[in-house]
């Protein structure tokens, strides 16, 4: 009898503490978001596929093909184009493709710009078996993105 009342006081006992613990996550902050229909809102120093930095005034990429870049990435997996246009000092690009396949984001891309027309994206969704969805075309990318 002595037993049978301590197994059952033990048994409430370790009820008690497992609703605590389930009260007490109940009523904390979520720490997962409901994936697709949310996103991670990712830290500062995430690294995504490199974007054009848009220019604060015109809103076009700061690029100006120079294609330090290019010769940097370890990768080979940047290609760039650009053309003068009349009454311009500098090149605009034209073409930047990136291969994002082969990209380590090591960063180099980044550091070398001399006008700092590249950074990384926050893109963490990019999830797929299509080979396409890693041939990025900056250019296009950014004349289809928010302006
Ligand atoms: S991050 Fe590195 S590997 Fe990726 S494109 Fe830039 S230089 Fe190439
Ligand atoms: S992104 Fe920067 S380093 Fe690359 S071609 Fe354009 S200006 Fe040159």
Do not use: W
Not at 52 to 64: H, N, P, Q, T, Y
Not at 99 to 128: H, I, M, Q, W
Request: hydrophobic share 35%; aromatic share 8%; proline share 3%.
């Amino acid at each position: 009898m002595k037993k049978a009342l301590g197994e059952l006081l033990s048994g409430f006992v370790s009820l008690l503490t497992g609703m605590r613990i389930t009260l007490r996550q109940f009523f904390m902050k979520d720490v997962t978001v409901r994936y697709p229909h949310e996103a991670l809102k990712m830290p500062k120093r995430y690294r995504g596929h490199i974007v054009f930095v848009r220019d604060a005034e015109s809103g076009k990429s700061l690029c100006i093909a120079c294609k330090s870049c290019e010769k940097a990435c370890p990768s080979d997996c940047i290609v760039v184009d650009g053309i003068k246009r009349e009454g311009e000092k500098r090149k605009s690009v034209t073409d930047f493709n990136l291969d994002f396949t082969r990209c380590s984001l090591c960063g180099s891309c980044v550091e070398v710009c001399p006008v700092d027309a590249l950074e990384f994206s926050k893109n963490y969704n990019l999830a797929s078996t299509r080979k396409d969805v890693y041939q990025i075309d900056l250019v296009k990318r950014m004349e289809d993105g928010p302006k």
